[in-house]
């Protein structure tokens, strides 16, 4: 009797599998290929695995939807999480490891401590997450975004791997890449921004032609979509220098909605309308090519498709 109703138990406390897995048949997104190969699981379920890094292809997690899969690849997911950890609340951690790490940050928060603001930053609040985990840990910047743009933000575990990444940046980071939404139709719908940016006493970059008068910047600009007032921009960057994009946006004269120090007289956003989309590089210890995409906002989109 005993044994009969231990084995009854066990039976009804059988755990359903925590993991799937499968190899891709044909060229497909990867949020496509899940709906297809797992028919038993929502398209909500499985947009909520991506988003919190469950999905990996070929051993790399993955969390963009529209991401390509090519036959033969395998698609691995987790549907247990991971023990939860407390990430600071305003950070959106994209992916760790022993090496770096990367965020997703909001707008209206420093990359790093200034004499007005010190406590704060997305440093100061990702330090403590990580020290909070071994008090030994340390992270270091490796690049920085503008207080008021938002986006994708890579940070290094060691001081070796700051300098590694710092010291073969054209090599490494194969593609920076940022949406912007900006004032009136851009015309030409592509092209190149070229110039010498210099930063004035007052925290202002002037931009000129002349060599001389400072650090060269490039922007490469291309429309995604137009409506009567307002640009969506891809706008991938050459060089990466303090407001490059928004003095390049003034530039033409088509600046990001929501710049006021740069000559937009909107805020149609609440905040300014530029946002690191596209983060890829080689991974300094593994040598993986890596590539993470938020996405557009969609705030940019509705204010797009509204006006």
């Given at each position: ?161 700051k300098h590694k990444i710092q010291g ?98 909107l805020n149609l956003l609440g905040r ?36």
């Open positions: 009797m005993m044994t009969g109703n231990h084995n009854h138990k066990r039976k009804s406390e059988k755990k359903k599998p925590n993991a799937s897995s499968f190899t891709i048949e044909k060229k497909d997104t990867l949020l496509d290929s899940l709906i297809t190969n797992l028919p038993q699981k929502s398209r909500k379920i499985l947009k909520i695995v991506l988003g919190n890094n469950q999905v990996s292809v070929d051993g790399k997690p993955v969390t963009q939807f529209n991401h390509v899969v090519s036959p033969g690849q395998k698609v691995d997911v987790r549907w247990a999480t991971a023990v939860k950890r407390r990430h600071p609340k305003e950070l959106n951690i994209v992916y760790m490891d022993d090496a770096i790490i990367v965020i997703n940050k909001p707008p209206g928060l420093l990359t790093i401590a200034t004499d007005k603001e010190k406590r704060k930053t997305a440093y100061s609040m990702l330090s403590n997450y990580v020290k909070s985990e071994n008090k030994d840990n340390k992270i270091f910047i490796i690049h920085r975004i503008d207080r008021e743009t938002s986006g994708l933000l890579m940070f290094a575990r060691s001081e070796e791997i073969a940046w054209s090599t490494t980071i194969r593609q920076r890449a940022y949406v912007g939404v900006v004032e009136g139709v851009v015309e030409p719908a592509e092209g190149t921004i070229s110039s010498y940016l210099k930063e004035s006493k007052a925290f202002i970059v002037y931009s000129s032609q002349n060599e001389k008068s400072g650090k060269r910047a490039v922007t490469h600009y291309k429309t995604i979509q137009t409506s009567t007032n307002f640009t969506l921009l891809q706008l991938n960057l050459e060089t990466g220098r303090k407001h490059q994009i928004r003095v390049h946006m003034q530039d033409i004269g088509h600046p990001v909605v929501g710049d006021k120090k740069y000559g937009s007289g300014m309308g530029l946002h690191a989309q596209m983060l890829a590089f080689t991974h300094p210890l593994t040598g993986e090519q890596c590539q993470f995409d938020t996405g557009i906002p969609t705030t940019f989109l509705r204010l797009i498709r509204a006006r």
